[in-house]
């Protein structure tokens, strides 16, 4: 089998969001039943969109690095919010940003291509924790070679409004560094969690980041962890890139339509 950084050369770019449709193998989290065990997935609110992400601690959100980019630049993470298990106009608790960063080698000022995809992981730090006993963090693991089977809970463009579950879906490549599947994602599908089911409970093993052309058909790539959370936590602690803590220098790059938010292209 090929490495992932191989097999996505040469392919085309989708350059052009559509509105997303609710496809067979996705179920939309309507009641609150649905959300059981879900509770600590929420949709990110960012200015001018928002993103997926998830607890993996009371007051800690792991999502994508592209997603906190212009906060970062700014240095202010006015109107950031989370909203764990959003369906319908309501959550099971919210809570403002107090603190975010991006991994240390998530280079804004790049294109947005699969090299960075490997970095591409943010991590906010709540303002007010939320209780576990609503809303579990969920523990992050290694992606062994044995799995093939994964799961993947998000938001989306055209399924903003509540969680939409896709039970199974498959690795279809990796390498050391990333992964390449075939669930169902779009605009604001990145930051959500990749989990494997395998055991009692969903365990995060990847993030989503970007979304390519894959033989033809859409395709999701992220980053393997949780090598990589290490390296952004150790930044949170040490206060390097943190908003709201040491100067950040960074810039806003364009990619996309940055009003549907949330999702990456892949240039090959």
């Known amino acids: 089998m090929k490495h992932v950084l191989a097999l996505f050369a040469g392919l085309l770019l989708l350059t052009q969001p559509v509105e997303a449709q609710e496809s067979g193998s996705l179920k939309r989290l ?34 994508a690095a592209h997603c906190l980019e212009d906060a970062v630049a700014a240095g202010s993470l006015d109107k950031v919010t989370f909203f764990a298990g959003l369906r319908d106009g309501e959550f099971v608790e919210t809570s403002a940003a107090k603190l975010a960063v991006m991994h240390p080698k ?8 699969f090299r960075n995809i490997r970095y591409d992981i943010g991590l906010v730090v709540l303002e007010s924790p ?23 809970v998000s938001y ?23 992964i390449a599947f075939d669930c169902d994602i779009w605009f604001g599908s990145s930051g959500a969690p990749v989990f494997n089911t395998s055991g009692r409970r969903p365990r995060i093993v990847s993030v989503v980041s970007a979304v390519t052309n894959y033989r033809g058909q859409k395709a999701g790539l992220g980053m393997m962890l ?5 390296e952004v936590k150790q930044a949170l602690r040490a206060g390097r890139g ?16 940055r009003t549907n938010s949330g999702a990456r292209f892949v240039k090959p």
């Not at 006993?133 to 993947?152: D, G, K, M, W, Y």
């Not at 949780?226 to 290490?230: G, I, S, V």
């Open 30 to 63: 309507t009641l609150r039943s649905d959300l059981l065990g879900f509770e600590a997935v929420g949709r990110l609110d960012i200015p001018g969109g928002f993103c997926s992400g998830a607890l993996i601690a009371s007051d800690l959100v792991l999502t």
């Open 156 to 178: 989306a463009q055209g399924r903003a409004e509540a969680l939409s579950r896709e039970g199974r879906c498959s690795v279809i490549d990796r390498d050391r560094d990333l």
């Open 106 to 113: 998530y280079d804004t000022g790049s294109d947005a291509d």
């Open 130 to 152: 939320i209780a576990t006993a609503t809303a579990a963090p969920f523990a992050v693991e290694a992606l062994s070679r044995s799995e093939q089977e994964i799961s993947v």
């Open 226 to 230: 949780p090598a990589r959370l290490a």
């Open 242 to 257: 943190v908003v709201g803590g040491t100067e950040v220098n960074s810039r806003r790059i364009g990619v996309g339509d």
